[in-house]
């Protein structure tokens, strides 16, 4: 058991999941938004301090797991021109611009979670409307 435990807290961050939020109508068109949660462990080397630094440090680097994940989501996400946003990203510095604003805007999705060794499971939600979605749309820059 403590062996197990040990191992457990070793790992910066445990399993992370992804899956867009269901959108409403059939087709091509993109999803509304898309949800991606995270699930942190706090590190072996933050066990000797304070659990709420060990929290709040966990819960940062959770939130940058979610935040990644959502960006390759979003960069998987159909262009209406044709190909992914990845590809465009690569050439349209706007859109690029569109896909950083719109992780900035991410909200929580849902309430925060935290376990009694330190670790903590979040959820974010990044909206696909306004410039990002004007973009999905027309295939390229906003």
């Given at each position: 058991m403590r062996l197990l435990l040990r191992a457990a807290l070793r790992a910066p961050l445990a399993a992370a999941l992804l899956h867009p939020a269901p959108?409403?109508?059939?087709?091509?068109?993109?999803?509304?938004?898309v949800r991606c949660a995270a699930t942190g462990a706090p590190s072996l080397r933050d066990a000797a301090s304070n659990l709420?630094?060990?929290?709040?440090?966990?819960?940062?680097?959770?939130?940058r797991e979610a935040l990644r994940r959502c960006r390759a989501a979003v960069a998987a996400l159909p262009l209406a021109a044709g190909g992914t946003v990845g590809e465009g990203?690569?050439?349209?510095?706007?859109?690029?611009?569109?896909v950083d604003a719109a992780l900035h805007g991410a909200r929580l999705a849902s309430a925060l979670r935290y376990f009694a060794d330190g670790g903590v499971a979040l959820e974010y939600e990044v909206?696909?409307?306004?410039?990002?979605?004007?973009?999905?749309?027309?295939?390229?820059?906003p």
């Open positions: 959108s409403p109508g059939a087709g091509s068109a993109p999803p509304a938004s709420s630094v060990v929290r709040a440090a966990t819960r940062r680097a959770a939130r990203l690569k050439r349209d510095r706007a859109l690029a611009g569109a909206r696909l409307d306004g410039a990002l979605g004007q973009a999905l749309a027309r295939g390229g820059a």
